[in-house]
């Protein structure tokens, strides 16, 4: 398998289809790609985004709470 190179996101863009979503995620070096997304594919990513980020502040109010 090929070495990716990982860019840093620059922007993103999300449409809806008529058969689900458009997502546009451009990286800092210009290189964009686009997918196609099923409503359930995009609820399973704000999941993911929404457990990662609480699983973020649960671990900054642990180290808030035991100063």
Known sequence: ???????????FT???TPDGY???VEGDGGGTI???A????????VDAL????SEGEAAADEVDGAS
Do not use: C, F, H, R
Request: glycine letters at 4%; a negative charge.
């Open 34 to 36: 686009a997918v196609s």
């Open 22 to 24: 458009l997502l546009e």
């Open 38 to 45: 099923t409503p359930e594919q995009i609820d399973a990513i």
């Open 14 to 16: 999300l449409s809806e």
């Open 50 to 53: 929404d457990g990662l980020l």
């Open 1 to 11: 398998m090929a070495d990716i190179q990982v860019q840093s996101l620059s922007q």
